[in-house]
């Protein structure tokens, strides 16, 4: 095995060393390079904290003394010596992942002190209580990174308790009332401490100092909040951390010396200016502290034009190296400009839009390169209300973030009063809080600003139809406790009452205890330009998921080209048509549900006369009746529940009883693998029929007003091809007599959705009979992994946890379990009919991983929530883009 | 296209015929061929009946020319000619289809009598009473066959009807009765009544008689009743029925005529003897009529000893040329032997067994034909008891033979008082009655001689017990209406209270009214050497599915090899272990629950000792827990009523209240897919740990007393490599820990189900831990289709009976969609261990079909119910012979 370069000095370094040095000693390096003020340092790489970890924490052969010779160089560009009792270097000894993890790991500053150098630096700045501060910060520091692990009173906790204590004693109120000589008696204070509880002194050699220092770094790879942000952000644990050595520059020398933290472009709203906030005589820690108040970078303008000029200059620079955003933290000491990081900025969706696009009419970046620097939750972002930029809130719990978006308005707790209250009631604004929501709540959530529940997760119903209705939702928050019966829901000791104001940022899953300013989005401009270009890139067209003709009109609105999939059953649980529905499901013979379906079919042929027109030409998925027919009756818990109380009370309610027989006889253990789809259609094909009637005649009058309405029927839940054989001759001939009756031409279709692992399997056999495919992943996920999307949280939530499975595959799809069975009915299905239309209508067809996928696999389309398409033709690019530089 | 010879004279055609010329035809055509008296004839092939068919039910263009040409041949053969006035000849139009279908189709007799030829025969035998009841009979027959389909009134009903008034005028009681001239008046009246509803006189043209027969035999092939027992059958609606034309001759022309049906040995229990009935001056019908009763065979020996001796001296011949038992019809006409028939015999199980082991012995075939003579479902009547042969009863009704086997005992309708009055409590004999069951009823159920469900399939809780234990059932017997609260159950009127004794007849799904004789099966004798020859064919090991002590007993008395599936939770139902279990789930910290397993421990570790010791060196595979743990608790509906109906009384229970908020907190949307198998052993490792422990104590003490135990620790419901993963880690550690601790030696594995669609498709990455795979066919099949067996019902019968599948996936594995998944698994398992031990342990590893496909795939060894398992072991056998026969 031949040795790897353990040390890179920064000029030995450069940007694309990221594995090895970690993002910040590779722009250290890089920065260095290009010429920037950088201060001296090295960085040790990752592989060595694996070398480390892998010995069971125990430092390398050999590596001090690489360590000693890299610092010598250091020693000799900054012209002063670790530990030297004239001219001594004081470093900085910090953590680098690959990718960042902001505070995760640690960090020492002002390394090299000691009482021999506090002395000499005393000496050298004529500034003692700027020494002895920094020598009690190194104290702290050190001992908390170090030794508290073992030694829980050398925590950070500990020396702040004693500094509180002298502060008392002196009387001082802030850290900066206390002298130097206050400073050096609590150095002796800490000092005194660190002897007493570690049993030695602490350690004066500054080589020894810094062997601490970094193992300290190498450690906090794998203390416990720097794993579980590893496991939340999906980066893995086998990458380990770069520790950089850097000489000290002091922002907190006197007033010619400052410390700020600057980015290129405003992160907030993505304006083309130096934005950001600096100190002077300060430390970055003060900043973050509180203690002062920094001033805008804009004033530094005024204060030092040089340093300013500099700086500014120094950023375009940056910009114009990186071709983006940087976050650039900077000191100033006596006078003298250093940079000492810079990484790319973050920033919201709406100033990453902004910046991407000006960045292309600037020349700095291509189109493509644009296309590819926004993320879909970036995108997400824009497409929702959001809450003013600058508000600040008080957020009081945190649960998932299911539907984006931000939303204010009274709490409100059942469907009912949520419908009586909100849009299309009296107008108010409401939050609708729920334990969980069913089908029944469809109302009072499409009435209402925004959705809470204490159950359910990403998946859930409620998520589900936030989704699909763009209505902002935190799900499964399950510190409050919701009580229906006193209307109200608590949160440890705080109680939110029915009518009390609560807001929700839908993004975070962030509950916020009253009224927030909530701002709407703008979807021209730079947003409009940005989706055009990735229009021009991407190969996968992009439907929606809509079943209303307004679902429709707001998909056309957002770029769909047609729907994906329009979940007929939807139209069903509207208050006008639901008695109805339940009058078919309650008939006795074929007659009377007839009259019954005779009526839905009104409703229906008029919601699809509306959705063709919206269309204007786009092609339309309609799925034919797809849960089981009990969804639509009263739920049989309650009823059993009602009757009983009824029958103990001495009354009969023969109605209800009537209900509770049908309702039981109708109830299934596994309802996700009953008497639906399909299978329902078969039993009672009379549904159907009168479905695909209403498809056909809606599809005919639309196109008596110069609509092209292009209907594509399809048939879900097939498992085996007589399914499908089955229906489709019996609707094929059904529709051809309505076409013909009618003198229209209609170009109509039938398909099927792919849902079934055994339609996966036998999809040769399935496409013979089938002009089009759409993957229901929902469905194909949960009978592939045999996990209830309805029940899988209790285990779902612990294997993503321990990393079990990857993630959760409902959120994005499992390549190598249904991927397999996706890209087998693809191979299969294509084998047969080599121009089958393929498609996928589960949610994943808004999700970017996902979408990537489906662009691989060869899909036509993806179809998604009517919100989720702007994100879904971005990623469609994106996946576009990505293929062709692998292909390169 | 070339002409097929639509047409074979029996002469020209032999027994191998049968697809050409059925059965039937085959038949006659080789009894002919081997010199046996059969009346000439000929036969028209099943393809000319699919060219009817395929004509819209046209006759082939000159297929009656060539019917003349044949009939020629048979004239001329026996001397007499069609309408012939002085020789006229009388034929029989029979169907006769590749496979037998008793009843189904129709049949014409004594076809060419018209007004000249009863003349004429009235000359020739001087018997007009004969020639006029055989006139009056192909009268009413022609008519019920030809003509009516279209009109009604001409139904063999009508023709009954107009006997019966004129038996009434005529003051006679039965036919006999009726004097020749009394015939004579009602082929008068049948004339007028054929004349008179079909517009036209009853053909007098012997050739249109003829083609009307033909023709009313091919479209029989396509009546309701035909198809419906196609269906039943699984016979394939293309094959079509033969027609065969033969010359008739007449067991009622005197006392020297005669008829009779019989077998070559005795088809209830096998004894080599003929066996059967004749009749003297009577035709066939008669017999079945039973308006006078049979004599046995062996009677006429008595009566007429030359045709007695040539007809044991045919049935001698005939087995001796078909090597089976023959089921023969014969005929005397004026003292000469005609044998009309022979097929080969039907026979009961025990009869099958006995006669292939004696046919072996007698040189007659060799033993790998004797054990492919023997069915699944002869065979599994060996092994119940049975009803005592020669018994009548009455059927009150019938539902699906979910568990195999006869009792008798009083109706009783709850499991409570099943057990107390029943086996192991007063020891009654009693039948379990239910609306359905569940496992809380399993104790009742084997208290009980057998169990009547009214709701269920075959793989319904019900029927997995009877099947697993040998309890005769009667499952989904919908004409039954249970009435728990009265007690009782009513079919239409009748009504059957506690108390009311009833019988069951499982194989055939009977409910008996009343008390009927049982007798017990014998396992040795013929049926062990069956099995014996059987063991020394098979490649395919067989292993019982079985969860005590007792089971293992049984499963070893049956042949196992070994335990395929313990199922461990089985372990947890009894009455003394489920309170611990129940107070184990309500337990509210992991110290808690702790306490309950170490109860449940002793239990399970005692179980364990038992099995193994059982089990005498045999290996056990045993599944850890694998069912949601709310179906240990009480039902969440009865709960949510009781708890309402005490508090509408102003009452609290307050430990009702927990239990109810406990199961309300454990209920799953769709259990089937929630927290279970390894989800369970993941969020809850307790539990399995606890089992570990038992099985390895268990087999730990066990092999102390000089027992070789072989563990084979199964992890259920895997669908990820790092769920089996985590959990053998942690349950490895543990065991490898127990073991050493020992001192012993134990010989454990651990292995996996493959019941998830997706463990099929990552079975390579699974098989990288685990020693061995079962295929858990049951789940597996669930989440291929989609369909949850309990649930399935209500679109599987449709599906069944439209042939929308071509059988239920539950009893037979689908091979072309679950098949696929296994064949995957077996293939990706193998590439990465060659030698991975792989079995199957669903409901199908005790089909046979089921296991001639394992055969086929590769498996290693099936497991069943006890009860299959000599069922597997012949299935095994036969599977392996038929496999050398195709590689012949």
């Known amino acids: 095995m031949t040795k790897l370069k353990r040390i890179w000095l920064f000029r030995e370094g450069n940007a694309k060393m990221r594995d090895e040095l970690g993002g910040k000693g590779a722009n250290l390096a890089e920065m260095n390079n290009i010429g920037l003020p950088v201060p001296a340092g090295f960085t040790i790489t990752t592989m060595t904290c694996n070398e480390y970890t892998d010995l069971g924490g125990k430092m390398p052969v050999g590596l001090m003394d690489e360590v000693k010779v890299a610092l010598a160089d250091v020693e000799k560009a900054m012209s002063k010596k670790l530990g030297d009792p004239t001219q001594p270097l004081l470093v ?57 692990t073992e030694k829980n009173k050398l925590a950070k906790h500990d020396f702040e308790h004693i500094f509180y204590e002298l502060k008392t004693k002196l009387g001082a109120k802030n850290d900066m009332d206390v002298s130097a000589d206050g400073l050096k008696e609590l150095v002796g204070l800490y000092k005194a401490h660190i002897a007493k509880e570690l049993g030695r002194e602490f350690p004066q050699d500054v080589y020894e100092q810094l062997q601490i220092a970094i193992e300290a770094v190498f450690k906090s790879w794998n203390n416990e909040r720097a794993k579980v942000y590893r496991r939340k952000e999906k980066i893995a644990d086998s990458l380990g951390t770069a520790v950089t050595v850097q000489t000290m520059v002091f922002g907190n020398m006197g007033d010619d010396c400052g410390t700020g933290v600057a980015f290129t472009r405003d992160p907030a709203v993505g304006t083309k200016q130096v934005f950001g906030e600096y100190l002077m005589n300060a430390q970055g820690e003060d900043v973050v502290a509180g203690v002062r108040t920094p001033m805008p970078i804009s004033d530094l303008a005024t204060e030092n034009p040089a340093i300013y000029k500099e700086f500014t200059d120094i950023c375009t620079k940056l910009e114009n190296h990186y071709k983006d955003v940087q976050d650039i933290e900077f ?17 919201s969706g709406a100033a990453a839009v902004k910046i991407a696009v000006d960045m292309v009419h600037e020349g700095l970046i291509d189109k493509n390169t644009a296309i590819t620097r926004i993320t879909a939750e970036q995108l997400d972002q824009c497409l929702h209300p959001v809450i003013k930029p600058g508000t600040k809130y008080d957020v009081i719990a945190k649960g998932l973030p299911a539907g984006p978006g931000a939303a204010t308005g009274i709490a409100v707790f059942d469907a009912t009063k949520a419908a009586e209250l909100g849009k299309g009631g009296k107008g108010q604004h409401v939050i609708l809080v729920r334990a969980d929501t069913s089908p029944d709540d469809l109302k009072g959530m499409l009435a209402s600003e925004g959705v809470l529940t204490e159950r359910g997760g990403m998946t859930s119903h409620a998520a589900l139809v936030a989704r699909g209705f ?89 770029g769909a080209e047609g729907v994906g999939l329009c979940r007929t059953e939807h139209m069903f649980f509207a208050s006008d048509r639901r008695p109805i529905v339940q009058a078919m499901i ?83 253990v596994n309802p996700m693998m009953g008497l639906r789809g399909c299978r329902l259609s078969i039993v009672f094909p009379q549904i159907v029929e009168m479905q695909t009637r209403a498809v056909l005649e809606g599809a005919i009058e639309a196109s008596k007003s110069g609509v092209t309405a292009l209907p594509e029927i399809m048939i879900p839940l097939v498992g085996h091809v007589n399914e499908l054989k089955w229906i489709r001759e019996k609707l094929d001939a059904f529709a051809t007599e309505i076409v013909k009756k009618s003198g229209s031409k209609i170009d109509y279709k039938f398909g099927t959705m792919i849902e079934i692992p055994r339609a996966a399997l036998t999809a040769d056999k399935i496409a013979e009979h089938s002009e089009f495919f759409s993957f229901g992943t929902n469905d194909l996920t949960q009978m592939t992994f045999g996990f209830s999307r309805d029940d899988s949280d209790r285990f779902l939530k612990p294997y993503v946890e321990q990393k079990i499975l990857p993630g959760d595959p409902f959120e994005s799809i499992d390549q190598d379990g249904v991927g397999q069975l996706m890209e087998m009915a693809i191979a299969k299905g294509r084998s047969v009919k080599p121009e089958l239309k393929i498609g996928i209508c589960g949610e994943h067809g808004g999700e970017a991983n996902s979408i990537a996928y489906c662009h691989k696999i060869g899909l036509d389309y993806v179809s998604c929530s009517p919100y989720r398409v702007p994100i879904a033709r971005l990623a469609a690019a994106q996946a576009n883009l990505a293929a062709s530089e692998r292909d390169k």
Chains 1, 2 share one sequence.
Request: charged share 30%; proline share 4%; with cysteine.
């Open 92 to 148: 900085s000894v910090r953590s680098g992942a690959k990718f960042s993890m902001p505070g995760m790991m640690d960090t020492v500053l002002n390394l090299g002190l000691n009482d021999v150098v506090a002395e000499a630096l005393i000496k050298m700045t004529g500034n003692p209580r700027f020494v002895y501060d920094s020598y009690r910060r190194f104290l702290m520091m050190l001992s908390d990174v170090a030794f508290a």
């Open 331 to 347: 000191t100033i000491e006596h006078n003298k400009l250093f940079i000492l990081q810079c990484r790319s900025g973050k920033r």
């Open 470 to 558: 763009g209505i902002p939702t935190v799900a499964g928050c399950s510190t409050i406790k919701v009580d229906d019966k006193k209307r109200q829901f608590t949160i440890g000791d705080k109680t939110i009452r029915e009518g009390d104001p609560i807001s929700l940022n839908g993004a975070l899953g962030e509950v916020i205890d009253g009224t927030v300013a909530v701002v709407d989005p703008e979807l021209t401009g730079e947003f409009g330009e940005l989706m055009t270009w990735s229009d021009e890139v991407r190969r996968l067209h992009v439907r929606a998921n809509a079943d209303t003709p307004a679902d429709v009109a707001l998909a056309v609105k957002f």
């Open 586 to 668: 309650m008939a006795e013979t074929d007659d009377e549900r007839q009259v019954e379906l005779d009526k839905l079919l009104v409703f229906q042929r008029k919601d699809f006369v509306e959705m063709f027109t919206a269309l204007a030409g786009r092609p339309a998925t309609i799925r034919l009746i797809d849960p089981p027919l009990h969804e639509f009756l009263p739920n049989l818990e309650d009823l059993i529940e009602e009757v009983a109380i009824a029958k103990a009370n001495g009354k009969v309610d023969a109605d209800k009883e009537i209900m509770l027989a049908k309702v039981r006889s109708m109830h299934e």
